[in-house]
């Protein structure tokens, strides 16, 4: 029988597949392959662009706040409308002595130790956000590093090692070992000489001795890479290592989602947070703003006029309106749904149409036994049922107490919908105890934020934009072009619609950005043209 038929192509597709973005990249590199990576466009406009032009800006999250900002250097009018005391939207720190209020009339106060913190929305910020690194570069927002995948971590599954937890570390690279061993046989039997010149061949079986590592026969019998059962010391004490997890463990069993998380591109295993909590981003934005942002200022009603756009808003339990040019709408689509306007008939449908995503987190403070027992910094541990992911701090490493994370999800997931507030604090302190027994008493003051039970968002982020749209998923499967979307990036009259539901990056407070410095540029053209004209 012939050897198989393969193109390069697929061969490093089969490599990524089996061993994630870095074995792919490594590949690359191996065989001589390298991509570059390019930065954004910044606004193509004059300084006096925008003198004597007046804008309503509705929402005082990242999309309205970064407008605001980019126009007011512009020489824009600006008037940010937020209906919440604060500005960030769904960018929001929850801190000892704050509450936690849902449309149910449910509260929660919040009694963590001073410093203490937990971002309920956005909570980290990947190197390739090139937009939102630097607004923290320009309005001097501190930033650490935030760990989001740490080797020392655990995996848990039911079904898989007695339902033991494993260690990150030793299930990724006994799968890398493995999967080296395997695609080393494939290339020695010649399954690849079609497609893969002698050199190439010579490189890729040296590459996978070191990438495994295989041993001299190149099989993989284990590494330290994957651990040690006894860790090196003094003297004669040498280091013993673990024996590999068999392979029909690691393809049969859901490690996955775990294994695989870092390789999804804006999930990078070191990334980004501010110093302090990442609503420092909003409240940097609103110091430089100053008096252009509007508090506890409700929009309830948006029309045009021949003019451009009149926007009724209560503010301080009294009736007002603004008049501008144009109008910039940053607010989540669930608001817009209630909220009287006289958008054009394409525009109401999809609002109409659209729906959010159910997220929650709930939090803890515990005394962190995750650095203390276990020699885990940061990152995240999964499971395949339960309040999962667990996620560890980034920030104030090596004290004593600090807050954690323990479930991350949608709450309309499951038996989970239905529970009581009570009911999903014990699933969330279940999943520590799977993962860490006898650590589940230590979790203190918990605190539950569900997002659709939050006012003013009611929704994390946008899930459909019309109910013949599949919901979407994050990575590869968050790519969509349809109706919906379609109308919404274009500008309706005088008014534009701004927000991460505006972008090809949902979820994301790079996304917020992104679609704002587009609709700045849009509008900055327009107004160009007409001045022109």
């Known amino acids: 029988m012939g050897a198989p038929n393969i193109s390069r192509r697929d061969f490093l597709m089969k490599v990524g597949q089996a061993g994630g973005f870095s074995a792919a990249f490594l590949t690359m590199q191996a065989l001589g392959l390298m991509p570059q990576a390019e930065a ?78 937990q971002n309920f929305g956005p909570a980290r910020l990947p190197s390739v956000h090139k937009n939102m690194l630097g607004y923290c570069r320009k309005l001097g927002v501190a930033l650490e590093v935030e760990v989001n995948t740490s080797r020392s971590s655990y995996l848990e599954n039911d079904e898989a090692n007695g339902g033991k937890p494993a260690v990150q570390r030793e299930v990724i690279n006994d799968t890398r070992g493995h999967v080296s061993e395997l695609l080393g046989k494939c290339i020695r039997q010649g399954a690849l000489d079609q497609d893969l010149s002698g050199e ?22 284990g590494s330290s890479r994957a651990g040690y059962v006894t860790l090196p010391g003094a003297g004669d004490q040498e280091g013993r290592i673990a024996k590999p997890v068999d392979m029909h463990t690691l393809l049969d069993e859901n490690f996955w989602d775990g294994i695989l998380f870092e390789e999804v591109f804006d999930m990078q295993a070191t990334m980004f947070q501010p110093v302090g909590g990442m609503d420092r981003i909003p409240y940097a934005f609103a110091h430089a703003l100053g008096k252009t942002v509007h508090y506890e200022a409700v929009v309830t009603e948006i029309r045009r006029t021949a003019k451009g756009v009149r926007i009724g808003y209560t503010q301080g339990g ?64 999964s499971v395949n049922t339960g309040c999962s992911p667990v996620w560890f701090p980034s920030g104030g490493m090596f004290t004593e107490r600090g807050v954690l994370v323990s479930g991350y999800a949608m709450d309309d997931w499951g038996e989970f919908a239905s529970m009581t507030m009570e009911q999903k604090f014990a699933e969330s302190r279940k999943t520590i105890e799977r993962l860490h027994p006898g650590h589940g008493r230590e979790l203190e003051k918990p605190m539950y934020v569900s997002w659709r039970q939050i006012a003013f ?21 968050a790519h969509r072009v349809n109706p919906g979307y379609e109308t919404l990036i274009q500008p309706d009259g005088p008014i534009y619609f701004i927000g991460d539901h505006v972008s090809q990056i949902v979820a994301w407070q790079e996304g917020a950005a992104v679609s704002a410095l587009r609709a700045v540029q849009m509008l900055s053209d327009r107004v160009r043209a007409r001045q022109s004209s």
Request: aromatic content about 12%; some cysteine.
């Open 40 to 117: 954004m466009r910044p606004i193509e406009a004059a300084p006096e662009t925008g003198k004597g032009v007046t804008v309503a800006i509705l929402g005082g999250g990242i999309a309205g706040l970064v407008a605001a900002y980019e126009m007011k250097a512009l020489g824009y009018k600006c008037m940010v409308l937020e209906a919440r005391h604060r500005p960030g939207g769904r960018n929001w720190s929850v801190r000892g002595g704050d509450t936690v209020e849902f449309l149910d009339g449910a509260q929660q106060k919040c009694t963590w130790e001073r410093g203490h913190y």
């Open 200 to 221: 190439d061949r010579d490189r890729m079986l040296s590459f996978l001795r070191q990438y495994g590592p295989l041993d001299s026969t190149g099989a993989y019998v």
């Open 318 to 381: 009294r009736t007002k309106a603004l008049e501008a040019d144009y109008c910039f709408c940053a607010l989540p689509m669930t608001m817009l749904k209630k909220i009287s306007n006289d958008f054009s008939a394409p525009y109401k449908q999809v609002i109409e149409d659209c729906t959010y995503a159910p997220a929650y987190k709930i939090a803890w403070e515990s005394r962190r036994f995750w650095e203390q027992d276990y020699n885990i910094y940061g990152g995240l541990e």
């Open 457 to 477: 968002n009611e929704g994390s982020w946008v899930a459909t934009y019309g109910p013949d749209e599949p919901t979407r998923g994050w990575g590869d499967d």
